[in-house]
């Protein structure tokens, strides 16, 4: 088979609403510049309150726009329906309330309204506002509203501590996660192919205790399985994600579960299980685990010097026996040298229906990188390589991979 390509086109529109968050986005268009998107960027009035067309101008390396701009009959052809013709995403961020009404409605009264009318790519949406206003139901219904537009994306608030000094809901997505959506949408364009399905994924390493304080592990840091799970919900999915320790953040809208031992991440992936769609097993569960267990830190004399080992569950076989014909059961083979023959035993004999084989032991893949390459096998003979890429295309490629034969 071919191999999946990303898309060439990055072209996003940054809307700066007028609100105090307004500050994040300073880092949302330093980083989307160093990543290699093309940008342009819109200030309502409100905004430049808070930050300038200057500060924006500098970090996106072009010009950008304000209401000026838009009443000034100095461009060949009207500045919004240039503006909304080049774009293949536009976010705005932040959602203020008034620019949420105007939006639901459909009035166009300033540059970056009249630029989302003029437009056809999906929009994300990053609200932020007192929680009050937040929880106003007209607001509510006005984002209930939008969101049934399958052009609009929404990235959910956090809770928090606000700059009004309240505590509560809608505070602004970090720029970290809209940057993640933002790559999202441009990969899939706005496809929303897993909608009212159901993603189960493990991720990290599982930690098997001798004592408090010493564990059998892997050097396994989970962001495979962060991956598969931002993707996932980009995508549409309702998406549980059974993780071992980590350092990172779990995305809102995703149902986390930590867990720590195999038999704990067993215990609930099999209660999941039966109403999952699609199960992927990209967490390192060990192999084994001290057969003694010690309530309390053993000193350094006390230590066997040849440490009686027992089995763990084998969660993946357990999965694999009791899915149903409906459910797509996926699992993954960090691998050196040849990575592909054993993957593909382990995928007949684990009765799974596609692999991911990794190999560990290339430059910049495998544990603890940002990036990944792998080999993608099933049950149809599918063989499909992916080169070196990001953590999050490569969790894109395998969904495209499983969704598409």
């Not at 040298?337 to 007949?348: F, H, M, N, T």
Request: neutral net charge.
């Amino acid at each position: 088979m071919p191999l999946f390509t990303s898309p060439k086109s990055k072209r996003v529109v940054v809307c700066v609403g007028g609100g105090i968050a307004a500050y994040k986005v300073c880092e949302l268009v330093s980083t989307l510049f160093k990543s290699g998107v093309e940008l342009r960027i819109i200030l309502t009035k409100s905004a430049q309150k808070f930050i300038t067309p200057l500060t924006l101008s500098t970090l996106s390396r072009y010009q950008a726009y304000t209401d000026e701009n838009f009443w000034q009959p100095i461009y060949s052809r009207p500045l919004h329906i240039e503006l909304g013709e080049w774009a293949d995403l536009i976010v705005i961020a932040p959602l203020t309330a008034n620019t949420l009404a105007k939006l639901a409605y459909g009035m166009a009264d300033n540059l970056l309204t009249n630029t989302v009318l003029a437009s056809t790519c999906p929009v994300l949406l990053a609200p932020a506002m007192n929680t009050d206003m937040w929880e106003q139901v007209a607001v509510q219904r006005n984002w209930q509203q939008l969101l049934t537009d399958n052009r609009f994306y929404g990235v959910e608030t956090g809770s928090g501590l606000l700059a009004c000094d309240r505590i509560g809901a809608g505070r602004m997505a970090e720029a970290a996660e809209i940057f993640i959506y933002i790559q999202s949408l441009l990969y899939t364009q706005g496809k929303r192919d897993l909608v009212g399905k159901e993603v189960l994924i493990s991720a990290g390493g599982t930690r098997e205790y001798l004592d408090p304080v010493r564990f059998i592990g892997n050097p396994s840091t989970g962001k495979m399985g962060l991956a598969l799970a931002q993707a996932a919900l980009h995508r549409g999915a309702k998406v549980i994600l059974v993780h071992c320790p980590g350092s990172w953040d779990v995305p809102l809208g995703v149902e986390a579960i930590p867990v720590i031992t195999a038999e704990e991440m067993q215990g609930v992936m099999l209660k999941h299980l039966p109403s999952a769609d699609i199960i992927i097993m990209s967490a390192a569960v060990a192999d084994v685990k001290p057969k003694d267990y010690s309530s309390e830190k053993l000193p350094k004399r006390s230590l066997p010097e040849n440490l009686p080992l027992a089995a763990v569950p084998d969660i993946v076989a357990e999965l694999g026996n009791r899915k149903q014909p409906h459910q797509y059961l996926i699992g993954f083979a960090a691998q050196t040298g040849d990575i592909v023959k054993p993957a593909r035993e382990k995928l007949q004999r684990k009765k799974l229906d596609a692999i991911v084989a990794n190999p560990i032991d290339k430059v910049d893949s495998g544990f603890g990188s940002d990036n990944n390459q792998a080999v993608f096998l099933d049950r149809l003979g599918r063989e499909v390589e992916i080169p070196a890429c990001s953590k999050l295309e490569m969790a894109h490629y395998l969904f495209d991979f499983v969704l598409c034969p």
